[in-house]
């Protein structure tokens, strides 16, 4: 059993440290990947939020960013709503939502302080998001059914 290492497959993957991945649930050769750091300090290599899907019999992945309107922020930490699709990344300022098949990230509600925001979790069962922040206390988000 070995590790391969999936970042360095693809010339665009940023050269920066991985905050967050969310393996598919589905299919265990597709994730979401999230950076932290800022896009200005690699320039040649921008982006924060990636699509990846793995092919192990090729030994290659394809990298696809959802950034979108996200902005040079890095993103601490990267879920999905599995009932939705929807992703949420949490930043130096609080969490944003992407609903599925959409391009422009939004803030995910109203209530949270702008903090770092280092650590998500969802309770698909009880269909809510936890958001940990860093000093300002922990919050809970109600997530949408559908």
Do not use: C
């Not at 070995?2 to 598919?24: E, H, K, W």
């Not at 597709?30 to 939020?49: D, F, N």
């Not at 993103?75 to 969490?95: C, E, K, M, P, S």
């Not at 949270?112 to 009880?126: F, H, N």
Request: a negative charge; glycine letters at 10%.
């Amino acid at each position: 059993v070995t590790f391969t290492r999936l970042d360095s497959l693809d010339p665009n993957s940023p050269g920066r440290f991985i905050s967050s991945i969310y393996v598919d649930p589905r299919n265990p050769n597709h994730a979401w990947i999230s950076y932290s750091g800022y896009s200005a300090r690699t320039p040649s290599q921008p982006g924060h939020v990636f699509d990846v899907t793995y092919d192990p019999i090729a030994g290659t992945a394809v990298w696809t960013s959802l950034d979108g309107n996200l902005g040079d922020i890095p993103v601490t930490a990267l879920v999905r709503d599995d009932v939705t699709g929807d992703l949420y990344a949490a930043n130096d300022f609080g969490v944003l939502r992407l609903p599925r098949g959409r391009t422009m990230w939004q803030t995910a509600g109203r209530g949270m302080p702008k903090v770092e925001v280092p650590g998500l979790s969802i309770s698909t069962s009880a269909r809510v998001l936890y958001a940990a922040t860093h000093g300002r206390g922990a919050y809970v988000l109600q997530l949408p059914e559908d």
